[in-house]
């Protein structure tokens, strides 16, 4: 019984019933599938002779087949026992009735075929530009339109004018920058601050009420340094740290105008001190 079965299912993947003639055929003879029902062993339903037969039917009568289509005919004849062959004339049949019965169906699809056979594609046709109504050309020849003046806005402001800011009626100004991660940040801070880091080239007008920091704390260690070319501003030496001239506990601001490269020793001997009294107990 095993060996039964095991042999039924071989012959049924080698054979395919065709679903038109009835006749089983090799897979050889069946298109393979394609998409989601596509596989290694997945065809279609009808064989090759069906769909040759139907396609001559569908075309026209006077039409008469090539030396390749008829031997493509020969080449698909069924290949099974004699029994199951019979039953290919009636598919033919079959096949030819249902086109014919689908053009009696739909006599609109035969219509729309012989007019696209017959009647040529028509050209599109290019519109060209209308012409705005106004005055003829003469007079526009002899009278030019004069362009009027575009005043500049009074809201929009240069990047580096402090001038231009104003406070927010809570009475203050907006300041945005960026985090060394990359992270947006957001602050109010006082109109006093803002135009000190604007003229400091610290920060740039956004608008009005908005400024933006230009560098995060990364980029602007390393343009002071970079700027300054490593060395200490004031023993001349190597220097890889920064120093503020107005120390922070005296007003002073972290901006490219009071930030100078120095070396550790200096930095740490000049604490919290202004620059002349250090240069003054250096002497």
Known sequence: M???????????????RCVQCG????LSEFASRSGRRGGARR???TCRGCRLAASKAAAPASAAPTAKQAAAAQAAAPCAPQASAAPAEPAQQKA???????AAQSPGAAAETAASTAAPPKKRRRRGKRKKAGAPASVAAAEPIVPAEVKPKSHKTAPG???????????????????DNGRRWYQEVDPELAMTLVREHAAVVINRHTIRRIYSNKEFRRMILTRDNYICHFCG????TIDHLLPRAKGGHTTPVNCVCACN??????ADRDLEEFIG???
């Open 237 to 240: 030496k190597y220097g890889d």
């Open 96 to 102: 030819a009735g249902a086109t014919a019965l689908y």
């Open 23 to 26: 006749a089983l055929k090799p």
């Open 43 to 45: 065809r279609r339903g």
């Open 161 to 179: 004018d402090a001038s231009m800011l104003r406070p927010t009626r809570a009475g203050f100004i907006r300041m945005r920058g960026k985090t």
């Open 281 to 283: 107990s250096a002497e």
């Open 265 to 270: 020793e200096c930095n740490q001997s000049k």
């Open 2 to 16: 095993n060996t039964t079965t095991t042999e039924r299912q071989e012959i049924q993947q080698t054979v395919k």
